[in-house]
Nanobody, 125 residues
């Protein structure tokens, strides 16, 4: 099993940046694919980014493509999500999730076995 803990959220103005971390404890972080999700107030949780266990493949939702960057360093048991050019509509709770099995559809929540508790991002005008 793996335990995940997000950090790095906060409050910024529109156009600002944040870097979220997803720290993993437990075993074999390098055997998990990592997804990033967010839940805006009053909305369902949505998948926004994904990185394979080898960092060979990344995906982004259309809403964040070109503004967010996902990365990981297995030796540090950590994944990151760099958030740039933030907009008020990026406000929400951000979660990282891990899957041991190969993922067929990266933005489906059901594909991931382990989840962090989330970190809040607030973007004001």
């Amino acid at each position: 099993q793996v335990q995940l803990a997000e950090s790095g959220g906060g409050s910024v103005h529109s156009g600002g940046s944040l870097k979220l971390s997803c720290a993993a404890s437990g075993s074999n972080f390098e055997t998990y694919d990592i997804g990033w999700f967010r839940q805006a107030p009053g909305k369902e949780r949505e998948g926004i980014s994904y990185i394979t266990r080898s960092s060979g493949t990344t995906f982004y939702s259309d809403s964040v493509k070109g503004r967010f960057t996902v990365s990981r360093r297995n030796a540090e048991n950590t994944a990151w999500l760099q958030l740039d050019s933030l907009k008020p509509e990026d406000t929400g709770v951000y979660y990282c999730a891990a899957s041991r099995t190969r993922i067929a559809t990266w933005y489906w929540e059901s594909q991931y076995e382990f989840w962090g508790h989330g970190t809040m991002v607030t973007v004001s005008e």
